[in-house]
């Protein structure tokens, strides 16, 4: 067995393909219309398809927000300033760049979906998390 990828739920895959794709800078991989997944093995999905799928329900209407304080999605960025700079006038900020405890420098975000983002810069350079 292997995990592949997580797949996060949206409410619009359009809104959420543009700001992971054009604001973030990921790549498609692929594009099946519901489901888009980027490169790096992350994954987004549009709620009312997915929820109907795997639990067979109606989905909650589209006005309520998907993420969750449980959930916070990483991503590294080796120009963290340059990053934040790029970032921090087109996004719901949490906090701007800060030192935690551990050395690493980071800020976090919300997505369309409230969704909780964080870019870090890496770690090490032969660390692969």
């Not at 990828?5 to 895959?13: G, M, T």
């Not at 398809?49 to 969750?68: D, N, R, S």
Request: with cysteine; hydrophobic share 45%.
């Amino acid at each position: 067995m292997r995990f592949v990828n997580p797949i996060i739920f949206v409410r619009d895959i359009g809104v959420a393909t543009a700001f992971y794709r054009d604001l973030l800078g990921l790549t498609v991989k692929a594009d099946h219309g519901t489901i888009v997944i980027f490169k790096g093995h992350f994954a987004i999905h549009d709620a009312s398809a997915l929820i109907e799928t795997v639990w067979g329900v109606a989905a909650p209407p589209k006005t309520e927000p998907l993420g969750q304080p449980n959930l916070l999605l990483y991503f590294e960025d080796e120009d963290i300033d340059a990053c934040f700079a790029r970032l921090s006038g087109k996004v719901d900020l949490i906090h701007p760049i800060i030192e935690q405890a551990w050395g690493q420098r980071v800020f976090r975000f919300y997505d369309p979906d409230r969704h909780a983002v964080e870019i870090g810069e890496p770690l090490a350079e032969d660390e692969d998390l």
